[in-house]
């Protein structure tokens, strides 16, 4: 039955690699604004909007 | 920032009149004048912003929303933003500054849609100094990167300000903290418990079937120990706020909900070490881990906060940032926390004055709406006192301060005690009042059976002990009252009812009098009806004739005063060009209109200005409607053709819709009272609204209504007051609770409790109904999880208690009382909604009448 040893490792792994996930999502801001990103979606982003941004802020 | 060019405002003759409105705003337009690529745009203001749009390449603004704009109602000086460019404020208002970019957060009220987004987002399109702007909606707030060697402060205010999106920079701005790191630690927390919960119920499925025999003792040793290492940061790190707030109730001398939760919170981290230790069992971390997720939950769900809203604003959210100060030198823009007393300042037409100051040159008229409720404004000579918070309306005057800011009038009223006391505290709420007698009960009942135990069988004492502290953990009970609360409040803000918290409505279901203001809560300016008396000197004219009423709605289009756009809402007819039209700003207006002079104005410009009465050139003594026998409520505004009055529109201050109905229906079970700053004229009238029990006060300055609230406490009232502007903030403060009511939300609101719609103020009945059947659910939750209490502690206190037990009656019961809590709110809310659509619609037909009192204008114009 040492098998399931293996198995609580790998699943260890996986779910410790999603808390990671999270918690950074969490410290990056994503949660602190849920609304605002489901709104900017709806509108059509111009590759040169992006251009323009990345170089302005250079 | 390009202006359009002259030709692109020329009216070209072939547009086609647009029959839904401005392309930009929406609103109605009065004629073609003007029109750009075949849209049609209600004044100049939109039209400039579309042709700015327009050549940037931002037409994606108008496909995201129909008419998307905001009007620009009263184009801002450039000059207004001036103190922007003063480093102090500067220090205070960026987030980040350094030579080549600086980044500010601006709070811009005007977002309201998809649209606006996209538009600041897009900013940088407009001017090059911009760069990456990040809008969030639900703060109302705005971003925005900028190159200070390229674009200033103040002309990115400017620019925000000519699309529409006037940054809102106030007094108290520059104190208020920056976003809060508590959410994102709550998330954090919610996100540890429930990993940990979840991964120990995977190891904990097999004792569940009885299948760990299967793969030996030893897997039950590991199972054991991982899930108590899962379970140490829950218990230390997501649990922690029940930790300190059962020591802080314990330290307090009460017992909150807390101490019993983190006394079972212990125990069974207790006995979940005790038993893998003593290789008895893998321990209740599965329990553990999940009952903390499930508080964590109903934490979150009940802390719903509505972030344009700001509930606690005192006198500093109304000043303005800066006002301009008289020095030798000339004038100079000063942040108000650097005005000293005896300064020389400099106020305009609609200013407020942040400081007491006595008036030293110009013509004063200060409109005190604000601080006294009192609607009409007052005309004050050189030298006499004036008090913080009046607005100037009309020109330029210069005043001294004769104390500092914060000792001024309107300062010294949020000194009263009523502030200081914070009374956001949860100690008196339902759930608290409830755990008192249930953790004495839960001890009880521990030590009895361990006391029985001893005597019996020593052996299980302690089992017995801590097993009756792990069932009676109160988590169902703990979740009743969150997500009744939670789910009530998202139910009330649909009907635009803003509560500050959820424990607010447990105040609510309480109240048992209702004390109201009178101006701005009970009536509006807004939709009351305009009528036209002929000039009443003593000599009766004739009625105007629809070419007078055309010259008069066409000088009141070019005013943006509110009584101007009132008037010329009342009569729509065809816009005709006017010359050499000029406004006295407070005062009224005058043009010209095919060589005949108009004039629109108050009765004291009109006889400054000469103004006879009649043709015949008697002695110009003009008086209004105080004539007619029926006094009327409201402001006047009069006209004159040629210099002749031609008469007086009367713009009436009429009671809110279905507000009689309302009281009638309040009267019934709340005691009623009216405060007023307004003086006695209008007794008679509300005297007839409020039936004979109530108490109806007139001519109250702010300390008066604080203290008449605080009288009806001592008589052990409670007391909800329902009031608007800073007049009623202290009366607000004060009450069990404050109902602010708004014209629009997200726009100045006194600190209150509840956020309410002016226009959702006859739901006050059915939402005061709403609460106390919410309270009534949160009763019958908590005596739904005592009855699971009583037979998992006669289970327990038997000493039967093992982990499968544990993790099925603690999940079960909570899931019960979620259930129940949610089910019937929820219900008891669509009931609620059903009945708001009923009155919505005989709202529609109350305000017919008015509708047609307009009617005979309408017809005579086609």
Known sequence: MSVIIILILASLTVALLFLTGFIWAVRNGQYEDTLTPSMRVLADETTEKICETKSKLK | MSQPSPELLQTPSDTRRSSSGCFHCGEACADDSFSLEGKSFCCFGCQTVFSLLHENGLEQFYELNSRPGIRIRSPVAAAKWAFLDDPVVQEKLFDYADKTQVKVTLHLPAIHCVACVWLLENLFKLHPGVGRSLVNFSRREAAITFAPDKIKFSELAALLASIGYE??????????????????????????????FGNIMLMSLPFYFGLDSFSGPWFRNVAGWLGLAFALPVVTFSASDFWRAAWFSIRQRVLTMEVPITLGLGAIYAASIFEVLSHRGPGYCDSLTGLIFFLL??????????DRLMFNRDYKGFFPLSVVRKTADGEESVAISRLATGDKIILRNGELLPADAKLISGEAFIDYSFVTGESETVACAAGSHLYAGGRQVGGVIEVETVKPVTQSYLATLWNNEAFRKSRDNDLDSLTNRYSKRFTKLVVGVALASAVFWIFRDATKALKAFTSVLIVACPCALALAAPLTHGTAQRILARLKFFLKNALVIERMAEVDTIVLDKTGTLTTADAGGVEFQSAECGVRSAELSIEERGWIASIARHSTHPNSTRITRSLPLAALPVANFRETPGCGIEGEIGGRKIQLGSQAWMEKCGVICSSRGDEAKISGGEKSETPHVGSYVYAAIDGVLRGSFMLENSLRPEVGKLIAQLGGRFGLALLSGDNEREAARFKNIFGGRAILKFNQSPADKLNFIHELQQRGRKVMMVGDGLNDAGALKQASVGVAVVEQIGVFSPASDVILDAAELP??????????????????????SAAYNVVGVSIAAAGLLSPIVCAILMPVSSITVVAFSCGATAWMGRKLQVKERQVASSVCESLQPSTFSLQPFAKEST
């Open chain 2, 297 to 306: 939950c109903g934490r979150l769900f009940q802390k719903k906060t509505y």
């Open chain 2, 763 to 784: 739901q006050l009945e059915r939402v005061l109904q709403f609460s106390r059947r919410a309270a009534w659910i949160v009763r019958t939750g908590f005596v739904i």
């Open chain 2, 167 to 196: 940054p809102e920079l106030t007094f108290g701005a520059l104190e208020k903290a920056k976003a809060s790191p508590l959410a994102k630690k709550s998330w954090l927390q919610i996100g540890v418990a429930g990993f940990a």
